[in-house]
């Protein structure tokens, strides 16, 4: 099975910093990666698909990269609501394995 | 618009079994997979597996195999997963999730775009 690798674990930066995740697949995967956030007891959100292209009403400073093995979730500037864990996703068959997660705190 | 409702908490005692309910609505509750995740207390997210609710196929992810059972009732629009020979790790807060199916041209992609509210299942003595 393919292992969803991301890191950090968990960050902390100030109001306004670029934030970037990075989510590495053990195998290739194409562009069938997802990037969800669940803020502190809420359900997960998707914010993005197919690697890059953003969910209908999702802030634009929120994007997504890569391709392959390699993809990263960018928050262009931090907002205090971005506080949350973030998880990819792997979706091009079973099982459509997460990723550990990333804690996103304000600093 | 899209909407998920699930059945609520529940307590049960290990050796037990669980059964959750999850109601669409929305859309046609047949053209969409609905996958099941389940996150236990401070951790991750655990992808346990799908059902096709036109067809009725499962794709069950091993972790989960010979214990779980997805399935349908298409006449009220309501998928259910049943976890067998439960154990206290397998307290957690159950969500099923819509894959939504999205195509630009003949690139079509499936994420989870709608979840449930969750179900919390506690396994104790």
């Known amino acids: 099975d393919t292992q969803m690798t991301q890191s950090p674990s968990s960050l902390s930066a100030s109001v306004g910093d670029r934030v970037t995740i990075t989510c590495r697949a053990s195998q290739g995967i194409s562009n069938y990666l997802a990037w969800y956030q669940q803020k502190p007891g809420k359900v997960p959100k998707l914010l993005i698909y197919?690697?890059?292209t953003l969910q209908s009403g999702v802030p634009s400073r929120f994007s997504g990269g890569g391709s392959g093995t390699d993809f990263t979730l960018t928050i262009s500037s931090l907002q205090p609501e971005d506080v949350a864990t973030y998880y990819c996703q792997k979706y091009n068959g079973a099982p459509r394995t997460f990723g550990h997660g990333t804690k996103v705190e304000i600093k | 618009q899209v909407q998920l409702v699930q059945s609520g908490a529940e307590v049960k005692k290990p050796g037990a079994s669980m059964k959750v309910s999850c109601k669409a609505s929305g859309y046609t509750f047949t053209d969409c997979h609905l996958h099941w995740v389940r996150q236990a207390p401070g951790q991750g997210l655990e992808w346990m597996g799908w059902?096709?609710?036109?067809?009725?196929?499962?794709n069950y992810a091993q972790n989960f195999q010979g214990r779980v059972t997805m399935t349908r009732d298409t006449s009220i629009s309501t998928a259910y997963m049943e976890l067998s020979r439960l154990k206290s790790d397998d307290t957690a807060v159950y969500y099923c999730?819509?894959?939504?199916?999205?195509?630009?041209?003949?690139?079509?992609?499936?994420?989870?775009?709608?979840w449930g509210q969750g179900t919390l299942v506690t396994v104790s003595s």
């Open positions: 197919a690697a890059s």
């Open positions: 999730a819509r894959g939504g199916i999205y195509c630009n041209g003949g690139d079509c992609h499936s994420p989870s775009d709608s």
């Open positions: 059902i096709n609710p036109n067809t009725g196929y499962t």
